[in-house]
């Protein structure tokens, strides 16, 4: 079974850092791009941050650019978020989500459940 | 960075009603668009791929339609099921922006 998921969501203070993780299964996780897809309480979804195949092609949202940094191990089947200097609109529920390409221009087509970040003094 | 722009942004309708839901992009896409679905509670499912291929195992009572900058996913006969809210996204330029929802109620 196809399957990916999310850990490492915790309540952190303003300022602060997290590493999100993403355990892929059931695929050949260095064929296809991955992303990051947030959604905050009550919200509708934010795409955060893609990455090719080899990590060699990396993209990221206007609002956490410079701030986050999305990483993967291939022999891990492991996708990463870094995130620093974390504030309280980084609030919500992070997916990660398999793109349907090597790259990380196409559409999301297996998603996980998702990890809760809570940012909050 | 483009808008994706959906309406209505709630919709009521009823079991065997036919719907239409519009995604407006800001600037040109092409027909790099897609459509997902969200229940309350679940992550997103994947409806519709390149404004107007079906996803694998999405029932064919879902279609997309468009390109450049308005598309439209319609439902032709809603079921129980498919109450829920949806975002199209484009995948065309990025950041790779989704649009706010269109929340389907009974």
């Known amino acids: 079974e196809v399957q990916l998921v999310e850990s490492g969501g915790s309540v952190v203070r303003p300022g602060g850092s997290l590493r999100l993780s993403c355990a892929a299964s059931?695929?050949?996780?260095?064929?296809?791009?991955m992303t990051w897809v947030r959604q905050g309480p009550g919200k509708g979804l934010e795409w955060v941050s893609g990455?090719?195949?080899?990590?060699?092609?990396?993209g990221y949202g206007d609002s956490v650019k410079g701030r986050f940094t999305i990483s993967r191990d291939n022999a891990k089947n492991s996708l990463y978020l870094q995130m620093n200097n974390l504030r309280a609109e980084d609030t919500a529920l992070y997916h990660c989500?398999?793109?349907?390409?090597?790259?990380?221009?196409?559409?999301?087509?297996?998603w996980g459940k998702g990890t809760t970040v809570t940012v909050s003094s | 960075d483009i808008q994706m722009t959906q309406s209505p942004s709630t919709l009521s309708a009823s079991v065997g009603d036919r719907v239409t839901i519009t995604c407006r992009a800001s600037?040109?896409?092409?027909?790099?668009l897609a459509w997902y679905q969200q229940r309350p509670g679940n992550a997103p499912k994947l409806l519709i791929y390149k404004a107007s291929n079906l996803q694998s195992e999405v029932p064919s009572r879902f279609s997309g339609s468009g390109s450049g900058t308005e598309f439209t996913l319609t439902i032709s006969s809603l079921q129980p099921d498919d109450f829920a809210t949806f975002y199209c996204q484009q995948y065309n330029d990025s950041p790779y922006t989704f649009g706010q929802g269109t929340k389907l109620e009974i």
């Open positions: 989500a398999r793109i349907y390409s090597s790259g990380w221009t196409s559409h999301m087509d297996v």
């Open positions: 059931g695929f050949n996780f260095d064929d296809y791009g």
């Open positions: 990455i090719s195949w080899d990590g060699g092609s990396i």
């Open positions: 600037q040109f896409i092409s027909t790099y």
